[in-house]
């Protein structure tokens, strides 16, 4: 059993949308912040961390500018990072769709490490139906795409462009579980036959912390039946054979 297949033993959560990385976007504004989220992180049972900073390109300069960004940002953290105590570490990145993305060269670059998964964000404004081309293409290049907080968008607009037809992973936003109102949402969107994953979406520890463990005990008592999978389950299978950089 390699050390990765250990650390993603049936039970443990994983995060695939995270913003922990210091002072690269609108989330941790410090190393000290970013060690705090990681340390709660594990505490609330998460073995594995993704961090997926906000990716916008618009030009092949912006994915070489956004992987020295990243790289910097890791470095910097690792080089505080305590020996213990903290999940294992990927790095991917949370990639922006107002354009076709698969004409970039090296795009699978920001694939979460050693696997063929990318999360992907779909504008706010209303969206394209080239959008839906453009996400099968990213699988025809053989990688598999993870759609960011599905229960953002318009669930209906979502039916009409074809993008529940995609075979990729929907990610829910654990904050999504924890109000009323957004757990009928997240309620319509279970109902259909999909695969999901819930991730942080974590920005600091203030206004939007960790809070996996919450929502996962919400979902224990309102989707008894798909909590493992969503939380744990289709997480770790993204992550066999993979192995983490910190």
């Known amino acids: 059993m390699t ?73 910097e953290l690792m080089s505080a990072a305590p020996g213990s105590g903290l999940p294992a570490i990927y790095l991917g990145g949370e990639v922006y769709l107002d354009n076709n993305i698969n004409k970039y060269d090296g795009i699978e670059r920001l694939c979460i490490t050693g696997t063929k998964y990318i999360l992907v964000e779909l504008p706010r404004q209303r969206l394209e139906r080239r959008i839906t081309e453009w996400i099968f293409n990213l699988t025809v290049k053989g990688l598999k795409p993870i759609l960011a907080h599905v229960e953002r968008n318009d669930l209906d607009e979502l039916e009409e462009m074809g993008i529940w037809d995609l075979d990729i992973i929907f990610q829910l936003n654990a904050q999504s579980f924890l109000g009323f109102s957004e757990r009928r949402r997240v309620k319509k969107i279970l ?24 929502a996962r005990k919400v979902s224990e008592r309102k989707f008894p039946s798909l909590t493992e999978e969503m939380f744990g389950g289709n997480g770790r299978e993204i992550f066999v054979g993979a192995e983490p950089i910190g």
């Open 191 to 214: 109902a259909r036959d999909k695969k999901f994953v819930v991730s942080s979406d974590m920005h600091n520890v203030t206004n939007r912390p960790q809070c996996m463990l919450r």
């Open 3 to 75: 050390d990765t297949e250990q650390t993603i033993q049936s039970g443990s959560m994983i995060d695939l949308h995270t913003h922990f990385l210091p002072k690269i976007d609108d989330g941790s504004s410090s190393v000290e912040e970013s060690l705090k989220m990681l340390a709660d992180s594990k505490k609330q049972g998460i073995d594995i961390c993704v961090a997926t900073p906000h990716c916008h390109l618009h030009k092949e300069s912006d994915l070489e500018h956004f992987l020295r960004r990243r790289q910097a940002a890791f470095e």
